[in-house]
């Protein structure tokens, strides 16, 4: 028979005070009182609560945590953590990366991506930030008085780098991603997969060679193919992110003219690159002259209360090229993303205006004033808590209705949850079935060129309510189906 948490704890020994109190936090998980994502007493109340000392109730968690109970979140707390097994962290071999390979433009990657919008589906898969979570009313009226204040300046090109004033903004935010710039080495784009593409066109040419993480957000792969590049697959993990031992030695094996990484909360695998390894990282590409392209479009999601640090901050050459975007945190249809180019930046400048003289005015007037009055900090708390609440709800659904042996990420930020299901269901099957019955999921195979992930899916964790806990369940059930005997 199963033990349930408190006899977990209680197996652990004596009746040493710590333990006593860590049975009781048990037991209150058990019954229900604290549940997955759920926020615990701090130390300061629980130990008035308990009457021991502030040592006895850190032990308590302390232990609670090696039992995977609970989890920490930098300055934030302990929270309660979803019962799904977490993936394996595989171990990656130095040499194992797949040679490149040309990209082919994938029907199903247009369907999935036509899918997302779709407002008859249920969206189960979809990288988007919830609506009822966006700042939608105060951007509404930010945006028509800025309009009225700003007259001409609203209908009228503010051409590369941008609106001033946003810029300006951004240069102050960036200092808490360890990024210290003038607004002048900031560029307006729209969106950040804009910001990504002046990239990848000002450092490759057509026939070129980009080393991307492996598994991969499916729509820089699209763009990578467009352009005609070929794709270096290095192997990625939950809690690493890319490889580094595996890139040295693919960049030792032939010429790499870039890479591109998401360093925090990545996509799909939600990895958060250590900062030592984002510094790592930075020099060994620094030392083969090779540029970096960061995305760091889900940096500011941390679930803890300071966002994680970036490869950026630690160039000293001018060769990473910072991209990112107000797409998951306010606005995704504002379009208005940005990159801090290092050398690059003034052949980015060029290539932006070449391409569509310059980003909308109207949402950069509107961002600018948000970001300066608009309480951007006190947003993102509340967002942050609320993807914490429903990664947590959504990993307790899939524990409950997917079979046995389904593991998951475990995510510090972000909204995307990486499924792995038993080896042999197929996540391309499982896509199709569930779009019968309504849901949009991501399969699996999208995120690589080379047929990896067939028995995994993203799911998208921004929205929680009965709704998707029950679009959850069926999923759950057509994977049961899906399974092999
Ligand atoms: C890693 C990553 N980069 C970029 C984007 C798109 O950004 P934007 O809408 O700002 O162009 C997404 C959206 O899913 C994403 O997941």
Same mark, same amino acid.
């Given at each position: ?96 990366? &797949? %040679?490149?390979?040309?990209?082919? #433009?994938?029907? +199903?990657? !247009? ?9 008859? *589906? ?114 990625? &993990? %939950?809690?690493?992110?890319?490889? #580094?031992?595996? +890139?040295? !030695? ?9 890479? *591109? ?121 509340? #967002? ?102």
């Amino acid at each position: 028979m199963a033990m349930n948490n408190t006899e977990k704890v209680k197996t652990a020994g004596s009746l040493l005070l710590y333990e006593q109190a860590a049975g009781e936090i048990a037991g209150l998980i058990d019954q229900g009182t604290f549940r997955a994502g759920d926020r615990l007493p701090s130390i300061r109340q629980l130990s008035k609560r308990f009457d021991v000392s502030i040592n006895t109730v850190m032990q308590a968690y302390a232990l609670l945590e090696d039992k995977r109970l609970i989890q920490a979140r930098p300055q934030s707390g302990y929270y309660v953590r979803s019962r799904v097994p977490e993936i394996r962290e595989p171990v990656v071999q130095s040499r194992s990366f &797949t %040679p490149p390979t040309t990209v082919t #433009i994938s029907d +199903l990657c !247009y369907q999935v991506m036509r899918n997302m919008m779709n407002r008859d *589906l249920l969206p189960l898969g979809s990288a988007i930030p919830c609506a009822d979570n966006l700042p939608v009313d105060k951007l509404s009226r930010i945006m028509a008085s800025e309009l009225r204040r700003c007259g001409d300046q609203s209908v009228l090109y503010q051409m590369p780098p941008g609106y001033e004033r946003l810029r300006v903004q951004i240069a102050r935010r960036s200092l808490a991603a360890g990024i210290s710039c003038g607004p002048d080495e900031i560029l307006i784009t729209s969106g950040c997969v804009e910001a990504v593409l002046l990239a990848l066109r000002a450092t490759c040419r057509a026939g070129d060679t980009i080393a991307v993480e492996s598994p991969f957000y499916f729509n820089f792969m699209q763009m990578i193919a467009e352009l005609g590049l070929k794709a270096l697959e290095i192997p990625s &993990t %939950p809690r690493d992110g890319i490889s #580094i031992e595996a +890139l040295r !030695y693919a960049i030792e094996q032939g010429k790499i003219s870039a890479c *591109l990484v998401i360093t925090n909360f990545s996509n799909p695998l939600g990895s958060q690159m250590p900062d030592q390894r984002k510094q790592e990282l930075v020099e060994l590409l620094a030392r083969h002259e090779i540029p970096l392209i960061e995305d760091d479009i889900y940096g500011d999601l941390t679930f803890g209360n300071e966002r994680p640090g970036t490869a950026k901050s630690f160039d000293r050459t001018g060769l990473v090229i910072y991209c990112s975007s107000f797409s998951k945190t306010i606005a995704p249809g504002y379009r208005v993303g940005w990159a801090i180019a290092g050398r690059f930046q003034a052949h980015m400048e060029r290539l932006k205006m070449m391409m569509n003289v310059a980003p909308s005015s109207p949402p950069q007037l509107a961002l600018a004033e948000f970001l300066a009055t608009g309480g951007y900090d006190h947003h993102l708390r509340s #967002i942050r808590r609320i993807h914490a609440r429903n990664i947590s709800q959504m990993a307790d659904a899939v524990a409950r209705y997917f079979p046995p042996g389904t593991c998951m990420t475990h995510p510090a930020g972000g909204f995307i949850l990486w499924v792995e299901m038993q080896e042999g269901t197929d996540a391309i099957q499982l896509y199709h079935s569930a779009l019968e019955r309504g849901i949009s999921i991501v399969p699996g195979p999208l995120f690589s060129l080379s047929n990896k992930y067939t028995n995994h899916i993203r799911l998208s964790a921004a929205r929680w309510d009965e709704q998707i806990e029950q679009g959850i369940k069926t999923l759950g059930e057509l994977a049961h189906e899906l399974q092999p005997q």
